[in-house]
Structures are given as structure tokens and as C-alpha cells.
């Protein structure tokens, strides 16, 4: 099909930002489409600057261009005011790469990292004039898949996307690719369900179609396939050798501005620390780090080809990475870089970070930098087993205030479970130590403190927790307003309960939030990640029409003999271990990580030709050494500590 660009020029002069629709990055493909090629659209369901820099849409873009049977191109969700435009004159959802209709390609993949653009998933497959719901969609229509973190439960989007990958894509988009392919080419068109059956086959492919969920009032009794060849669980896809997938090759450089405008180098993935809260370290392990002689090749070669100053080593904890001094040491003293690139560490563990980084990184540029205390007192920090003292924090503080800096963000998290008011206003404490630390240094030592509210992820030892409401999270977020309000040096920033709630909603429910979300789309909610776009009436209205509750779905506690709406979805990681972690959490008992340690068996090296390795009787500096804390597995703790009774406000 020819391409739609003399339609769609004349609607760039009234939007806000037409660089967003015009493609020709550098980097950028012009596939050619051909009969016995699959089209891949791959989607990202946010505006163009927010998705331009993913690296998994990035990556697949390149594999898949790569291969002689497949080709992809990209779209992202078009603005408000395109939108507009679109619908008023009959435009559909379009490639930025050659401005193909997006109904025109066999595959429409979304990438899912947030489950506040569910309602965009949406309006981009009405856009491409494809039915919202699987059930009315036919063989003439294109496959729609998605993935991502999000994908780790899949449910809520289960009557919207025929097929999910579970885990790493680089693998498994060549196999789903070989499948749709015979489909296509087949004398005898093969029905839609037919293939579905098929694809099901793939390992680390959900098709919810093929499955059956069961209720009983408003619990879940089981998630059965609907026939025998479809796997009762679907296991997660796991690259084990990161070195043999070095994508991508050609990041696409943007001619506008975008988040994250700098070349991006993936160090490794997987995070063996054990932070409970936080799903991307329990879902993709475990731990496989890139080469360094490879990290730097990438270094050079992206930055030649780009004209970047500026270079992210990207992962869970970037400061984890072997030898990571050297690393950056190597790229910053590399005469082929022109000895002018920064580099940025954008997940730095404070008991990681060492004034010797520090000293590296800020030779060419001081780049921002951000700490992740995650809780205000040590109590809290081995609940979340975020294990870093405040000699770590002040330490680390102080190693950057040595070295220049001016400025530090700390990350923190509140409604985590058994939290006080006083572990609540052990963030502004916090806060207010490390500008007393910076002031030995500078004058201007300034700390902004941002805090976000626990959202329990599914496939995590939180999972079985109730979420904090939304006035009590509210009244926790006035108790640091209170307390820095009047100190000097010390900005608070928070994030919305409001839309904290919708997420909450969105990461736990079941297939019958899908009827909410489609509500919510219906009445114009999309964007509702911006908060200028978040309409929290929308969902509420929503919820009651549809005979549902945000009880029931984020605020209270799961049991363990539940079955959840994601159980026949694996991480890799068995349940018995995360429910004991739980436990672990109930009695602040913190784990140390496995890799200085022996083995829990959490499940995830199981299967991938790995083992675990003790990497040395001498772990990092910092952590929990010399604290004293009982690191062995906690018993079971009552329910009534979940939420332990706050001490009174003002306090």
C-alpha cells in the first residue's frame, strides 16, 4: 500500500510539534515491503519523545530489519491534537518510516513499560482501523502483540492483545515471525484462531484467547487452557549470553528533542540485589553482563556515528557492573572519543558508588545525579531490603559534593508495608543530613527529595500486599511537606496518589479491568501518564459502572493459597521463595544478595545453562556489613503489621 504522507503533510502545520510525525532520523530504515516478508509496526503507546530512546523497541527494530523474512517500522501515539486531525479527516494510524497505514502490516507490537498508557494501547488500534477486541477481529486483520514489563500480568489487556512475549524479544520475535509467516503464505488461508493455536506452541508466548478464566464471586479459581497442547504456564524468555545480541548497532538520533537525548549503551540486564518493591530486578534475572571490550566497541562506534558528547551505561544498577571503573575510566581516556564524552550512570546503588567514579564522570561534565535510599530509616530500608546504611548514603553524598557536584536527587518510596510516620519522616532527615554533608563542601549544596508511592507489582514479594489509600498517602506526603518545609537546601517533589491508584488498579487486576480501561478510553481518557491529561473521575466512573472496586483490586491483602491473576505467567522465579520473602519483609529481615552469598533458589537461573557463583568471600563496601541485622528467613508474621498504626501527625 502506498504511502499516506500527501495526506498526512497539510495537518503538520496545525499541530504543536510536527517533528514528532516526519521520521528521517539518522538511524532511520526505509524497509521495503514485499509479499513474502512480514511487516512488523512496532508501537510505542506514548508521544515520540517519551518512546524514541526505548532500547527494546530499538533493538527489535534492528533484528527484525535484519532478517530477509521480516521487516519492521515504528509509530508512536500521536498526540492529542494530531489525533484530532486524524479522525476529522479520515487519516489512520501511520509508520513515521515511510508513513504506511498501520492496518496494513501483519503485526501491530506495543511495548508495555507503564500501565497508565493501557487507555493509548488502545486508541492506536482504533486508530490503525483494527477492532479494539480480539473476539471481532479476522484473518484480514493484523496480529496485535505486546511487550515489556507490564506483559508480567497480562490480564487487564487480555480482550485487547492477541499474543504477549513474555520476557527478552530478541529470540522470540524470529520464531513468532517464522510462524506468521507460513500463515501468510499458506494456498489455504489458515482461520485467525488457528494460528493463535499455533503461536501459543512458542515458548514465551501467551495467547489469552487459548485460555479460560474461571470466578467464583470475585476470586479467581483457575486460569485453564482450552485445549491440551497449550502450555498450563507460560515461562519467561531469557537471552543467557547478552554479548551476542549487540543492539543496537544504529541508534536512531532524533532531529527534536526527546527524553534521554544520548547514545544508550545496555550493560547488562538482571539485578540480583533482592530490592522486594521492585519488579524489574525480580523479572529479569538473572544477572548477564556485556563484555567490557564489547561495552566500549559500542561506546566508540555509537558515539562516531551519532556525534553524541554524552553516553548513558544503562542498566538496573549501573555501578554493579564489573569493573566499572575502568569502564568508564577507559571510555572518558579513549582517544577515539575525542576526550570530550561524559557519561552517566543513571542507576547508581549508593553503596556501590565510589569517589572514584565520582572523579571519572565528572572530568568532562558534571551529569545529573541521582541516589535511591528507597525508605527513611534502616527499619524500612530491610523491609524493602534496600540494604545500604546512612553511612552509605552520606558517604557516597559526600564522595560527590568532594568532587564538585551541587545538586543530588534521592529517590524514596512511602506506603511501604509496616511503615510508621516516624520512618516517614526519616526522609526529610535524610535529606536535610545530606545538605549538611554537601555544605562541607559548598555552599550551595542543595538536595531535592522525590517521593512516589508504593505500587505492590505482580511477580514480587509485594504482590500479596494491600496498597496504601489515597488520603492516607496524602497525609503521609503532608507530614514531609511539614517537615522541610523551612529547611534551606532541602525541595520536596511527590508523585500524584491519584494516578498512583489507577496504577495500582491496572498492575494487579484481572481480565474485567479490561472493561474499565476500554470505559476509560471510550470517554476520552488517554495520555493518562501526563498528568495535565489524568482524569481520576474517568476511572471512578468506570470502576462503579462496571460493578467493580478499587477495594478489592489494589488496597487489600492477598492471601497466600490466592490464585492470581498472573499465576500461570512465570518470571522464572518460584513462588515459595517470593512468598517467603514476604515474610522476610513482615519481620524486617534483610537477604543479602546471592552473589556473595549462597544460593536461595529463587528459581531463576534454573533452565538458562547457568549457575550460580559465589563471586567472592569479600563483598562490596557498604550493605549490611557490620550492621548486625538478623539476615535469616523471618517466620510468619500476623496480618495486623501490615499496616502498623501511624504515630500521631506533627510528631
Known amino acids: 500500500m502506498s504511502s499516506l504522507w500527501p495526506r498526512i503533510e497539510p495537518l503538520l502545520a496545525k499541530v504543536q510539534k510536527p517533528a514528532r510525525y516526519i521520521g528521517c532520523e539518522d538511524g532511520a530504515q526505509q524497509p521495503v515491503h514485499s509479499p513474502g516478508t512480514v511487516s512488523w509496526l512496532l508501537v510505542y503507546p506514548d508521544a515520540y519523545e517519551v518512546g524514541l530512546p526505548n532500547q527494546g523497541l530499538q533493538i527489535l527494530y534492528e533484528i527484525l530489519n535484519e532478517r530477509a523474512d521480516a521487516l519492521a517500522e515504528r509509530a508512536y501515539a500521536p498526540w492529542v491534537d494530531m489525533e484530532a486531525l486524524m479522525r476529522q479527516r479520515g487519516v489512520p494510524l501511520f509508520s513515521v518510516d515511510t508513513h504506511r497505514p498501520a492496518g496494513a502490516f501483519d503485526m501491530l507490537a506495543f511495548n508495555l513499560s507503564a500501565e497508565l498508557v493501557y487507555t493509548n494501547v488502545l486508541n492506536c488500534i482504533d486508530l490503525a482501523g483494527v477492532p479494539v477486541r480480539g473476539a471481532h477481529r479476522d484473518q484480514t486483520h493484523p496480529l496485535v502483540v505486546a511487550g515489556g514489563h507490564c506483559t508480567f500480568n497480562p490480564e487487564p489487556l487480555a480482550d485487547f492483545v492477541d499474543l504477549f512475549v513474555i520476557g527478552d524479544g530478541e529470540e522470540v520475535a524470529g520464531e513468532i515471525t517464522q510462524v506468521v509467516g507460513q500463515w501468510r503464505s499458506s494456498p489455504r488461508p489458515m482461520p485467525r484462531q488457528a494460528v493463535l493455536r499455533e503461536l501459543a506452541h512458542v515458548a514465551g508466548v501467551y495467547v489469552p484467547s487459548m485460555y479460560e478464566v474461571a470466578y467464583d464471586g470475585p476470586r479467581i479459581v483457575s486460569v485453564a487452557p482450552r485445549y491440551p497442547d497449550v502450555p498450563e504456564r507460560v515461562e519467561k524468555r531469557t537471552i543467557a549470553d547478552l554479548a551476542s545480541w549487540p543492539y543496537p548497532k544504529r541508534q536512531l538520533v532524533p532531529l527534536t528533542e526527546v527524553v534521554h537525548d544520548r547514545l544508550n549503551v545496555e550493560i547488562f540486564r538482571g539485578c540480583t540485589r533482592g530490592c522486594r518493591f521492585c519488579q524489574a530486578g525480580m523479572i529479569t534475572r538473572p544477572v548477564r553482563e556485556r563484555p567490557a571490550e564489547q561495552v566500549r566497541r559500542l561506546v566508540r562506534e555509537g558515539l562516531d556515528r551519532t556525534g553524541y558528547d554524552e553516553v548513558s551505561l544503562t542498566s538496573l544498577s549501573s555501578a554493579d557492573y564489573s569493573g ?26 549508593v553503596d556501590a558508588f565510589t569517589v572514584g567514579i565520582a572523579t571519572e564522570i565528572q572530568k568532562v561534565r558534571r551529569t545529573g545525579l541521582t541516589f535511591a535510599p528507597e525508605a527513611g530509616t534502616w527499619r524500612m530500608r530491610q523491609v524493602i531490603n534496600k540494604l545500604i546504611s546512612e553511612e552509605d548514603l552520606y558517604g557516597a553524598v559526600d564522595g560527590a559534593f568532594s568532587q564538585g557536584w551541587r545538586r543530588v536527587k534521592l529517590y524514596f518510596l512511602t506506603g511501604l508495608p509496616t511503615e510508621t510516620d ?98 476509560v478510553w471510550r470517554g476520552g481518557g488517554t495520555f493518562q501518564e501526563w498528568s495535565e491529561r489524568f482524569d481520576l473521575g474517568l476511572w471512578e466512573q468506570a470502576v462503579a459502572a462496571r460493578g467493580l472496586s478499587f477495594d478489592w483490586y489494589v488496597h487489600r491483602h492477598r492471601e497466600r493459597e490466592e490464585v492470581l491473576p498472573w499465576a500461570h505467567v512465570s ?36 533452565g538458562y545453562g547457568l549457575e550460580h557463583v559465589v563471586a567472592s568471600p569479600v563483598p562490596p563496601a557498604g550493605g549490611s556489613q557490620g550492621t548486625g541485622q538478623d539476615l535469616s528467613r523471618g517466620g510468619a508474621v500476623p496480618v495486623e503489621l501490615l499496616h502498623r498504626r501511624p504515630l500521631e501527625a506533627g510528631v
Open 324 to 349: 566499572i571503573d575502568e569502564v568508564v575510566a577507559g571510555i572518558i581516556g579513549d582517544p577515539e572519543c575525542s576526550g570530550q564524552v561524559s557519561v552517566s550512570l543513571p542507576s547508581l546503588r
Open 571 to 606: 518470571a522464572g522465579l518460584h513462588q515459595d521463595f517470593l512468598w517467603h520473602d514476604w515474610q522476610d519483609a513482615l519481620a524486617a529481615s534483610g537477604v543479602e544478595d546471592c552473589r556473595w552469598t549462597p544460593c536461595y533458589d529463587c528459581g531463576a537461573c534454573t
Open 422 to 519: 516516624e520512618d516517614t519522616l526519616g526522609i526529610a532527615e535524610l535529606a536535610r543530613q545530606c545538605v549538611a554533608v554537601g555544605r562541607r563542601h559548598t555552599r550551595d549544596a542543595s538536595v531535592t527529595a522525590s517521593v512516589g508511592g508504593l505500587v505492590p507489582k505482580p511477580q514480587t514479594p509485594f504482590q500479596w500486599f494491600g496498597q496504601v489509600p489515597v488520603a492516607e498517602m496524602r497525609r503521609r506526603i503532608g507530614l514531609l511537606r511539614d517537615a522541610t518545609r523551612r529547611e534551606r537546601g532541602v525541595a520536596l517533589r511527590w508523585h500524584d496518589p491519584e494516578a498512583t491508584l489507577v496504577e495500582g488498579l491496572a498492575s494487579r487486576g484481572d481480565r474485567r479491568v479490561g472493561a474499565v480501561i476500554e470505559d
